[in-house]
């Protein structure tokens, strides 16, 4: 299943926004990711359309999660940032050609859709079991507790984090 850049920024801006108690402007993620404020920015208000993370205007305004990280899925990501419409459509290309199966002899999937849609549901039940807060464990086994510490540190231009 292919998704969009738009997703990996997405999930970083997530697990990002776990560490800080306050909102973080879209600059400041930006800057921290070295993309486009412009490019994360689209993110950004996907993420906010699919109430997952909300907008604070304001001089110490940005952005901050809506619930906590357990709650939220990799999948709710996905879903906000790439749609949720299915990523196999099937075409009944066994209807075309010269040796065409007629439409009254498909009243079933065939064996290729079944294979692609039972693959599809496999990938959504493991992105939907991953929440932003066992992503954020996970930065944290493998770089180490002080890792996110120096992101939240970095965001709030705190050195004690």
């Known amino acids: 299943m292919k998704m969009s850049g738009g997703v990996e920024w997405a999930l970083h801006c997530c697990v990002v926004l776990t560490t800080s108690s ?9 800057e921290l990711h070295d993309v486009s404020g412009s490019y994360l920015a689209k993110q950004l208000q996907a993420l906010a359309r699919a ?17 906590a990280p357990q709650t939220i899925s990799v999948l709710d990501v996905v879903h906000a940032v790439d ?3 299915p990523a196999f459509v099937c075409t009944e290309i066994r209807q075309r050609g010269p040796l065409a199966t007629p439409p009254a ?10 294979a692609m849609w039972a693959a599809e549901t496999a990938w959504r039940d ?5 929440s932003i807060a066992d992503l954020a464990r996970d930065v944290d086994v493998d770089s180490g507790p002080e890792a996110l510490a120096t992101v939240r540190a970095w965001l709030t231009g705190d050195p004690t984090g």
Do not use: E
Not at 55 to 67: D, F, I, N, P, W
Not at 105 to 114: E, L, N, V
């Open 126 to 130: 493991a992105l939907a079991g991953i």
């Open 51 to 67: 109430g997952l993370i909300h907008s604070v205007q304001g001089k110490s305004g940005g952005y901050a999660l809506t619930r």
């Open 105 to 114: 002899d498909c009243t079933g999937a065939c064996p290729i859709a079944r």
């Open 22 to 30: 306050r909102p973080v402007p879209a600059a400041r993620l930006a």
């Open 83 to 85: 749609g949720p419409g």
